[in-house]
């Protein structure tokens, strides 16, 4: 054994706090230490994901307090899955971020990488816990190191973006604090196995209502419907790499605490339903306003929302194969809008209203920035050779076992509009001529950045041209996802544990 | 009716009283520092709530000591009161970012006032 789940919470939390006495020793170290524990932490995160495959789930129980009296930690297919993606994702922006804007100074960029580190361990907090209000307090990491990143810049309406978020996110973490008020004084206990394996003893009516406050406690980090008007906002404004960190990891942690809610602790077949439309209309409220934006990121934030949507929908089938198509979605999503952030905020650089208009003509002038973002738009609407391609088969394919045609026709419907919106970016970018006046100064990106935008082109490739290298994994989250009695035996003392 | 009904009917009245008025404000009130007093308001009400679920009548703290074995049954639960802690500091930090943003925007607008502040679309 490498090392135990709870490192992946410790080390970036013990990080944060010593990078101001790097700084001070040191002024590089407080680029170079994240980049480190990031990749350390995936390291470790991949490595206890294989071990977790080949052997059995680990169940880390914090200061010797057994469950369901103390806090656990569960690393599962499903959890060190999304785990090992998400601290991924952390070393690229990371790596994206290394040199971003040289013009930074030493105190922004400190603080800078302090909030990503809290928010990446706040994300893997809310993803492998397993407890209730142990997934709050994560809840709230992630939202306050959130609302910094997204006032980072002085200079634009950052702070108003920022501060509309933290309006909404203090909402709903008091709403999530009041379901789980509910639900310990229903069942006194605050443990997700021992809740899932009593909840049938909860009154109906309380259970309805908690399960409620839930649904609006942890939409805002998972992005649904009336709950992300922060959204498009808060990407637009946060520097492009943290845009990728809110799509890549946040976004996936809020999904994943819905569903783990959804199907684990209320395991009943109608909330299944709630998801499907709570997803469709997501889904197409993102997408028809995606199409009349101005703004790249503000275009590429609806995007991201109507992917989020699209997992929902997908989860809400609630069968193997619907899991399966969501968590490829998860996945693809997770790698695919980083991808065009980094490289959209390589094409509108040092711009700070970044309109599509301003990347008119910019393929000649930026040809492999310009060819990764075309790679992007088409993975994300699901063209042949791509990643996207795969995971949208997967759901159409889902869908048509259930004999869903009305979602398959909406699904069909939203891709020519997601195809119409990141076409009419193409075509600026490739078949319009580079007019000084209006396009913006073309540079030299950083070297870091581009081995970033790299990587990630050559993931999407790789799904793309080999889906069986991922889909095996997939397989088996998707398992572990619907496997209800399973989790609960295995926290309640039967998995393989470690005793800290 | 006995009085432990009394206290806890009171206790949950109070603390969805307290909730409903800072949600009242919040949703209202157009001044920035308006908007946190009401958040702040909610944050109170809910760990009202929360600490209102732990009563016992005649409680005492749930701490073993030699000679407190037989008040075992009148030991209060010890959870929420570790719980009210947590999210009494989780309150404090979101109240703090919230001010340090409402600095910012004040610099920035020269104003308070939530109507003259929108950039953005709201």
Known sequence: ?500 | MDTTELIRIGVYGTSILLILIGLYAVLTKRSLIKIIIGLSIIDGGIHLLLIGIGYIKDGTAPIFSPGSENAVARMVDPVPQALVLTAIVIGFGVTAVALSLVIRLYRHHNTLKIDEIKNLKW
């Open chain 1, 1 to 500: 054994m490498v090392g135990s789940p709870v490192l992946l919470i410790a080390i970036p939390l013990l990080a944060a706090f010593l990078i101001p006495l790097f700084g001070m020793v040191w002024k590089e170290s407080v680029r170079i230490v994240p980049g480190l524990v990031l990749a350390y932490l995936t390291y470790l995160s991949a490595s206890l994901y294989i071990e977790v495959i080949n052997t059995d789930t680990i169940v880390e129980i914090i200061a010797g307090w057994r469950p369901p009296w103390g806090i656990n930690l569960v690393f599962s297919p499903l959890t060190g899955f999304l785990t090992t993606i998400m601290t991924f994702m952390g070393f690229i922006v990371w790596l994206y971020s290394y040199r971003f804007k040289r013009n930074v100074e030493f105190e922004a960029a400190k603080k800078y990488f302090i909030f990503l580190m809290l928010l990446v361990a706040g994300s893997v907090g809310i993803v492998i816990t397993g407890d209730i209000f142990n997934q709050f307090v994560f809840i709230e990491i992630v939202g306050i190191s959130a609302y910094a990143l997204t006032a980072f810049y002085t200079g634009r309406d950052s702070a108003e973006a920022a501060f509309k978020y933290l309006i909404m996110g203090s909402l709903s973490a008091s709403a999530l604090l009041i379901a789980i008020i509910i639900i310990y004084s229903q069942l006194g206990t605050l443990n997700m196995a021992e809740i899932a394996a009593n909840i049938d003893n909860m009154n109906p009516y309380y259970r309805i209502i908690a399960m409620i406050f839930f649904i609006i406690g942890i939409g805002v980090e998972a992005e649904i419907f009336p709950l992300n008007g922060w959204a498009p906002d808060a990407y637009t404004e946060a520097p492009g790499p943290v845009g990728g960190a809110f799509s890549g990891i946040v976004a996936k942690a809020g999904i994943y605490a819905m569903v783990r809610m959804m199907f684990t602790l209320f395991d009943i077949a109608g909330p299944m339903k709630i998801l499907i439309v709570i997803g469709l209309i997501t889904l197409i409220v993102a997408e028809t306003s995606a199409l009349r934006q101005e703004k790249l990121k503000r275009m590429l934030a609806y995007s991201s929302i109507g992917q989020m949507g699209l997992v929902l929908v997908a989860f809400g089938m609630g069968t193997k194969a619907g899991v399966f198509a969501a968590l490829f979605l998860m996945l693809n999503h997770a790698i695919t809008k980083p991808m065009l952030f980094l490289s959209g905020s390589f094409l509108t650089f040092n711009t700070t209203e970044k309109y599509i208009k301003q990347i008119t003509g910019m393929a000649k002038k930026m040809p492999v920035v310009s060819i990764i973002f075309v790679l992007g738009a088409l993975a994300i609407t699901g063209f042949p050779p791509f990643s996207g391609f795969w995971s949208k088969m997967a759901f159409l394919s889902a869908a048509a076992d259930e004999n869903l045609l009305f979602i398959m026709a909406t699904i069909l419907i939203i891709s020519i509009f997601e195809v119409v919106y990141y076409f009419r970016v193409i075509n600026r970018l490739f078949f319009f001529e580079y007019d000084d006046k209006i396009s913006v100064e073309p540079h030299k990106p950083g070297f870091n950045g581009m081995i970033a935008l790299f990587v990630l082109a050559f993931i999407v490739l790789m799904i793309g041209f080999y889906p069986s290298s991922v889909t095996g994994f997939i397989d088996l989250a998707a398992d572990d996802l619907l496997n209800t009695h399973q989790y609960i035996d295995k926290v309640l003392q039967l998995g393989q544990t470690i005793i800290q």
